[in-house]
């Protein structure tokens, strides 16, 4: 008789969790609602980012050399100067720091002027090589 109380109850148990975790289950819809507009501007976007990055904008060279060298380079630089952004390209055999995104070659210069100031061989204006 005490087996038979036990299996009933086993039995109950699990007829009760079964039940409760249908009533506890939630379910519902979501809805998103935003603006047409939103992938005009991220398309938009994208052509921008893409516009920024081509190679055919002037860059002023900062450092050429070794890879330990450059990247002592291009922190030192950072720390002068927070507003530009330094970067760096191998191009065999050395590894060169390159500074600036300009559209025109006067822009370009004008920014020279002021990085000459801390670092004296920095290069004119170039248009770097294509092939990195």
């Known amino acids: 008789m005490n087996a ?18 249908k009533l506890l289950a939630q379910q519902g819809d979501v809805s998103i609602n935003q603006n047409d507009n939103i992938y005009a501007l991220l398309n938009l976007k994208k052509e921008l980012n893409e516009d920024e990055n081509t190679s055919d904008r002037y860059k002023i060279l900062i450092f050429q050399g070794k890879e330990s060298k450059a990247e002592d380079a ?5 720390k002068i100067f927070p507003q530009y952004t330094p970067t760096i390209n191998f191009e065999y055999p050395n590894y060169k720091v390159y500074v600036g995104n300009y559209r025109t070659k006067i822009e ?7 990085i000459k100031e801390k670092f004296p061989n920095a290069s ?9």
């Open 74 to 78: 291009k922190l030192k630089f950072k």
């Open 108 to 114: 370009a210069e004008r920014a020279r002027v002021v």
């Open 4 to 21: 038979l109380k036990i299996k009933i109850s086993l039995f109950v148990a699990c007829c009760f969790a079964l039940v409760s975790t």
């Open 124 to 132: 004119p204006p170039i248009k770097p090589r294509k092939d990195k």
